[in-house]
T-cell receptor
Framework: DQQVKQNSPSLSVQEGRISILNCDYTNSMFDYFLWYKKYPAEGPTFLISISSIKDKNEDGRFTVFLNKSAKHLSLHIVPSQPGDSAVYFC??????????????FGTGTLLAVQP | DADVTQTPRNRITKTGKRIMLECSQTKGHDRMYWYRQDPGLGLRLIYYSFDVKDINKGEISDGYSVSRQAQAKFSLSLESAIPNQTALYFCATSVTDRGAQDTQYFGPGTRLTVL
């Protein structure tokens, strides 16, 4: 059973426009959420995170929104740049889960930003 | 120099062969992880280790074993490789800091093909 879901395998946007990547989760115990970005032939790199005590976290062009009641989070990239083209993974964990806190990843969304 | 390194970067092997993937880190982190990535399935946790004497199975540990030789080294072994173990393998590290972010830092990956 996929606890973290990214239902859009791919997304294409024009340079300068907003990119919105979505993620849904099913486990109500998750209290910490992260987005990772992955370029081809490289490992995933941490992008931005949000704790369940917040509903928004912003870092430059990247903003993550969390809707706990809907068990949904989204990553907004504004403005989108060609260098943002990559696979984006949503991940979730129970940060206060003691020794068993582990990251659960979604399946990823391939973002293509067209010049 | 990269903080998390994986060797080899690419490997082609035959069914039934034993193979070892190695991971080294210079970040001084105590936690290390092995994931595999398959198309459409995201990253799935194989094994994780919270210190040298602590080894834990992840969600897909069957067919794999690990060794934590030192704080900085964590190796993944396939005792008898099979074709459905063809995947991209990632090592990751994080630092224990209860209540704080458990951001994981990934290596560049090893592409393994089992014929």
């Amino acid at each position: 059973d996929q606890q973290v879901k990214q239902n859009s395998p791919s997304l294409s946007v024009q340079e300068g426009r907003i990119s919105i990547l979505n993620c849904d989760y099913t486990n109500s115990m998750f209290d910490y959420f992260l987005w990772y970005k992955k370029y081809p032939a490289e490992g995933p790199t941490f992008l931005i995170s949000i704790s369940s005590i917040k509903d928004k976290n912003e870092d430059g062009r990247f903003t993550v929104f969390l809707n706990k009641s809907a068990k949904h989070l989204s990553l907004h990239i504004v403005p989108s740049q060609p260098g943002d083209s990559a696979v984006y993974f949503c991940a979730a964990m129970n940060i206060y889960g003691g020794a068993t806190n582990k990251l659960i990843f979604g399946t990823g969304t391939l973002l293509a930003v067209q010049p | 120099d990269a903080d998390v390194t994986q060797t080899p970067r690419n490997r082609i092997t035959k069914t039934g062969k034993r193979i070892m993937l190695e991971c080294s880190q210079t970040k001084g982190h105590d936690r290390m992880y092995w994931y595999r990535q398959d198309p459409g399935l995201g990253l799935r946790l194989i094994y994780y280790s919270f210190d040298v004497k602590d080894i834990n199975k992840g969600e897909i540990s069957d067919g794999y074993s690990v060794s934590r030789q030192a704080q900085a080294k964590f190796s993944l072994s396939l005792e008898s490789a099979i074709p459905n173990q063809t995947a991209l393998y990632f090592c990751a590290t994080s630092v224990t800091d209860r209540g704080a972010q458990d951001t994981q830092y990934f290596g560049p990956g090893t592409r393994l093909t089992v014929l």
